[in-house]
């Protein structure tokens, strides 16, 4: 499997698979085939040759659906995981998450514990309290696909580097939908930078659209992150946080009723 996985790699990187001309995919056997029990067992080679006489092989690999066929191929190994397993699974991931920079090394585990304990105020059944738990743990995935430097700038962002912290969202709703089941943690953990005027990102959904878990992960989520220390600034005292989470909601961010419940609860 890692000789598979190996080939794939290497391949893609000095060759790129999506170029399937006659010329490439010439460069691409022969590579794979001088390296035969070298690289690669000559099993793995063989198998490789077999693919690549059929024309289809190539053109799946520069197809649009070319995701959609590994998912079509995967249908027979789905798995039914309940809810204490999959929050477990999805605090492995908050961890290789947050551990992306020394500044939120405790930012997705963090907020999951507040999420938690606002669930059981408000008297949330187990499966809620469970999936909030979730969508906290899986809520800035899509940071994977922003760069450290960016994650660690020790000072004001440029237009164009907050254009791409604010894409994280959009790759957290993108990894996750797929999931079946996952239909209300999709929502919870990637619209979390939305704001009731409408004026959040990455959709720019107003608050009547907003279900009011939404709300309270956007308002568990600035509140997280203010009380930590960030490469611009130390974490703010429990004052200073509400100080701004109460201006944030009288201007019409983010939802009084859930910040003035934070207050209460963590005071």
Not at 37 to 44: A, E, G, H, L, T
Not at 102 to 128: C, P, Q
Request: proline share 1%; aromatic share 10%.
């Amino acid at each position: 499997m890692a000789q598979i996985i190996s080939l794939a790699d290497t391949v893609d990187n000095l060759f790129h698979f999506e170029d399937t001309s006659v010329l490439n995919r010439a460069k691409i056997s022969q590579f794979i085939n001088i390296n035969t029990n070298k690289y690669y067992s000559k099993v793995i080679v063989d198998n490789f040759n077999i693919l690549a006489n059929n024309t289809s092989f190539w053109l799946d690999l520069q197809s649009v659906n070319l995701e959609q066929k590994i998912l079509d191929r995967l249908q027979e190994n789905i798995i039914h995981i309940e809810y204490k397993e999959l929050i477990n699974l999805s605090a492995i991931f908050s961890k290789i998450v947050d551990s992306n920079s020394s500044f939120t090394s405790r930012h997705s585990s963090g907020l999951s514990e507040k999420v938690e304990i606002m669930a059981k105020y408000y008297n949330f059944d187990y499966e809620k309290i469970s999936k909030l738990i979730i969508a906290a743990n899986l809520h800035d995935l899509g940071k994977l696909a922003v760069p450290n430097s960016i994650l660690e700038k020790n000072a004001k962002l440029t237009h164009e580097e907050f254009e791409i912290i604010k894409s994280h969202t959009y790759y957290t709703r993108q990894a996750l939908e797929k999931i079946d089941g996952f239909e209300e943690i999709v929502n919870w953990a990637s619209n979390h930078h939305e704001k009731l005027n409408g004026l959040g990102y990455p959709y720019g959904i107003s608050g009547d659209k907003l279900s009011f878990q939404e709300r309270l992960m956007s308002c568990l989520d600035i509140y997280q992150a203010l009380r930590e220390d960030r490469p611009y600034r130390l974490g703010m005292s429990h004052q200073k946080t509400m100080s701004i989470l109460h201006e944030q909601a009288q201007s019409g961010f983010i939802d009084l009723t859930i910040v003035n419940d934070i207050d209460k609860v963590f005071n």
